[in-house]
Nanobody, 122 residues
Framework: VQLVESGGGLAQPGGGLRLSCAAS????????MHWFRQAPGKERELVAT???????TYTNSVKGRFTISRDNGMNTVYLQMNSLKPEDSAVYYC?????????????????WGKGTLVTVAS
């Protein structure tokens, strides 16, 4: 299974970006999906979570500005980021609990993407 992020880049303060993360491989089911971020010199932090049922949670600093969503048919999670601030600059990673098909049946594992860089600067 691979998680591949896309959509990062340079945005101006107040602007927006939309990140995508697609899971591929022997995916049977995906439960909660998350977006994390890590800025230089800082610890990785959880930004947003969406459950398989569509319930969402956000860290306080992005509430009202970021929206997490998912397309279960496409095994994809999105992060719409609006009103971006320089402090949102970081490498953004997606993480998911994925159930895969195995010879014995199914097993669930946590997977990480390699990250996509978001830079907010004028």
């Amino acid at each position: 299974v691979q998680l591949v992020e896309s959509g990062g880049g340079l945005a101006q303060p107040g602007g927006g970006l939309r990140l995508s993360c697609a899971a591929s491989g022997r995916v049977v089911d995906i439960s909660a999906m998350h977006w994390f971020r890590q800025a230089p010199g800082k610890e990785r932090e959880l930004v947003a979570t969406i459950t398989s049922g569509g319930e969402t949670t956000y860290t306080n600093s992005v509430k009202g500005r970021f929206t997490i969503s998912r397309d279960n048919g496409m095994n994809t999670v999105y992060l719409q980021m609006n009103s971006l601030k320089p402090e949102d600059s970081a490498v953004y990673y997606c993480n998911a609990r994925v159930t895969i098909a195995t010879i014995e049946g199914t097993s669930a594992f946590d997977y990480w993407g390699k990250g996509t860089l978001v830079t907010v600067a004028s």
